[in-house]
Antibody
Framework: QVQLQESGPGLVKPSETLSLTCTVS????????WSWIRQPAGKGLEWIGR???????HYNPSLKSRVTMSVDTSNKQASLKLTSVTAADTAVYYC????????????????WGKGTTVTVSS | QSALTQPPSASGSPGQSVTISCTGT?????????VSWYQQHPGRAPKLMIY???KRPSGVPDRFSGSKSGNTASLTVSGLQADDEANYYC??????????FGGGTKLTVL
């Protein structure tokens, strides 16, 4: 059964770069999209973006200027970088799997990691 | 302000049915059959309950069903159980914006 585990610093200073990794275990990283979603405490979900293992990327337009995603198939990891962070970027960050198929597009997340809390504070 | 509008709360007694709405525009919910629903218990990760408007992933009880009419999608939970008490989020493909979520609905089982 595929499992996702997010990891990275729990505390980031304002104006610095948030870097997170999602490690995939129990299944393949290839032939899927890997999404990042965040959730501020007590609030709703925000889609950050997704990356296919071939490198195709889609970003939320509102975050596009600050976000970079990458994937390392050999280590079965997907990564997220968010630059110039502020307190508004404080949230639980989730990675999630999105199915992929040459015949159609998929836009739902079927497997989620447990999430990692990132606080932006000096 | 979330892109999709959900009622903040909904409730029902055990065994009853409850329906949660998710209203968007013809640029998201109304324009595509790519609405999904997620259940989130406090402190836990979201769980996919419905995708492509009305399809259920393996393992999700058939008490959960989804539908869409125009710019509004709906999630119906039948035969309410105590464990159904959670927050529910809708999401939709939205073209250039790609994926947008609703603000969430807290379902209380009375």
């Amino acid at each position: 059964q595929v499992q996702l585990q997010e990891s990275g610093p729990g505390l980031v200073k304002p104006s610095e770069t948030l870097s997170l990794t999602c490690t995939v275990s129990g299944g393949s990283i290839s032939s899927f999209y890997w999404s990042w979603i965040r959730q501020p405490a007590g609030k709703g979900l925000e889609w950050i973006g997704r990356i296919y293992t071939s490198g195709t990327i889609h970003y939320n337009p509102s975050l596009k200027s600050r976000v970079t995603m990458s994937v390392d198939t050999s280590n079965k990891q997907a990564s997220l970088k968010l630059t110039s962070v502020t307190a508004a970027d404080t949230a639980v960050y989730y990675c999630a799997r999105v199915p992929a198929d040459p015949a159609r597009y998929f836009y739902y997340m079927d497997v989620w990691g447990k999430g990692t809390t990132v606080t932006v504070s000096s | 302000q979330s892109a999709l509008t959900q009622p903040p709360s909904a409730s029902g007694s055990p065994g009853q049915s409850v329906t949660i709405s998710c209203t968007g525009t013809n640029s998201d919910v109304g324009g595509y059959n790519y609405v999904s629903w997620y259940q989130q218990h406090p402190g836990r990760a979201p769980k996919l309950m419905i995708y492509d408007v009305s399809k259920r992933p393996s393992g999700v009880p058939d008490r959960f069903s989804g539908s869409k009419s125009g710019n509004t999608a709906s999630l119906t939970v039948s035969g309410l159980q105590a464990d159904d008490e959670a927050n529910y989020y809708c999401a939709s493909y939205a073209g250039v914006t790609f994926v947008v979520f609703g603000g969430g609905t807290k379902l209380t089982v009375l």
